[in-house]
């Protein structure tokens, strides 16, 4: 008979005391944008898939060329720049998101490196934005007196524009991105992967220059894509302090296969046992 041993019993019990402590203090969120790709497009307009959710009353979209097949959404801004997806952020009817605290995120895969996502000749052309939020808040890539390109997040409050630099997003494999805003102080956080890439603030909030939330691309011209692919997308607010190990409703890793699951419980089996 297999049972579990005190260790075992001690390790789950402090676990489960440790997650719980987690949830309490967690932020209270809610999902008002949450889509894996697992629905349909057609031309431009999106069908939701099961257990999605978009509290815009379906003005969730793509642009341009972008597409989708197999649960994964396409952005091609190598052969189209104007490619993406978005939303009408007014349309969640929660008010002005200046004053708001809410998280933006996306699963994303780069199909070339950084320094090969595509450009134009002029200065505007030379940017690729992977998170947007109307207009003026930004997760990218910039090449605009930057060779090669560099990642970097932040915004414009309408005079100044805190700007942080950060690593670059890997190609070839997906990797969870995200921006939070708290509007009590007025700053930005980055993350990739769940872990914090810094602030930016201003003191100030930022300017609301478009309607639009988008993803892979900048919303507010509709342009300036990357060439790349979206797994899942989220937007959320929240209340409360945000915590990123328990508030982000996108997973932050990559899951485990079957396999690897099945070979870590063969693995850890004989622990479970006691003779």
Same mark, same amino acid.
């Given at each position: 008979?297999?049972?579990?041993?005190?260790?075992?019993?001690?390790?789950?019990?402090?676990?489960?005391?440790?997650?719980?402590?987690?949830?309490?203090?967690?932020?209270?969120?809610?999902?008002?944008?949450?889509?894996?790709?697992?629905?349909?497009?057609?031309?431009?307009?999106?069908?939701?898939?099961?257990?999605?959710?978009?509290?815009?009353?379906?003005?969730?979209?793509?642009?341009?060329?972008?597409?989708?097949?197999?649960?994964?959404?396409?952005?091609?801004?190598?052969?189209?720049?104007?490619?993406?997806?978005?939303?009408?952020?007014?349309?969640?009817?929660?008010?002005?998101?200046?004053?708001?605290?809410?998280?933006?995120?996306?699963?994303?895969?780069?199909?070339?490196?950084?320094?090969?996502?595509?450009?134009?000749?002029?200065?505007?052309?030379?940017?690729?934005?992977?998170?947007?939020?109307?207009?003026?808040?930004?997760?990218?890539?910039?090449?605009?007196?930057?060779?090669?390109?560099?990642?970097?997040?932040?915004?414009?409050?309408?005079?100044?524009?805190?700007?942080?630099?950060?690593?670059?997003?890997?190609?070839?494999?997906?990797?969870?991105?995200?921006?939070?805003?708290? /509007?009590?102080?007025?700053? !930005?956080? @980055?993350?990739?992967?769940?872990?914090?890439? =810094? +602030?930016?603030?201003?003191? *100030?909030? &930022?300017?609301?220059?478009?309607?639009?939330?988008?993803?892979?691309?900048?919303?507010?011209?509709?342009?300036? /894509?990357?060439?790349?692919? !979206?797994? @899942?997308?989220?937007?959320?607010?929240?209340? =409360? +302090?945000?915590?990123?190990? *328990?508030? &982000?409703?996108?997973?932050?890793?990559?899951?485990?296969?079957?396999?690897?699951?099945?070979?870590?419980?063969? /693995?850890?089996?004989?622990?479970?046992?006691?003779?």
């Amino acid at each position: 008979m297999v049972r579990l041993t005190h260790v075992l019993v001690f390790s789950l019990t402090l676990a489960a005391a440790l997650m719980l402590a987690s949830f309490a203090d967690a932020a209270a969120v809610t999902q008002q944008v949450y889509v894996t790709f697992d629905g349909s497009l057609s031309g431009t307009t999106y069908t939701l898939g099961a257990g999605e959710i978009d509290n815009t009353a379906g003005t969730f979209g793509s642009n341009g060329s972008a597409t989708v097949s197999g649960g994964v959404g396409d952005v091609p801004g190598d052969t189209d720049k104007t490619s993406g997806f978005y939303f009408h952020g007014p349309s969640l009817g929660v008010g002005n998101l200046q004053t708001q605290n809410w998280v933006t995120e996306a699963i994303v895969s780069l199909d070339v490196p950084v320094a090969q996502q595509p450009s134009g000749d002029a200065s505007g052309d030379k940017y690729n934005h992977f998170l947007d939020l109307q207009g003026d808040t930004f997760f990218r890539f910039n090449g605009d007196g930057n060779n090669p390109k560099i990642t970097q997040f932040g915004y414009w409050d309408g005079g100044s524009e805190p700007i942080v630099n950060t690593p670059n997003l890997p190609s070839g494999q997906f990797v969870h991105t995200a921006l939070t805003w708290d /509007a009590t102080t007025n700053t !930005l956080e @980055a993350f990739v992967g769940g872990v914090s890439q =810094g +602030t930016a603030s201003s003191g *100030s909030p &930022f300017e609301v220059s478009s309607a639009n939330i988008g993803y892979g691309f900048f919303s507010r011209f509709l342009n300036r /894509a990357i060439d790349g692919k !979206l797994d @899942a997308v989220a937007f959320s607010t929240y209340t =409360g +302090t945000f915590d990123p190990s *328990s508030d &982000f409703q996108l997973p932050t890793v990559p899951e485990p296969s079957s396999l690897v699951l099945l070979v870590m419980a063969v /693995a850890l089996l004989p622990r479970f046992a006691k003779k």
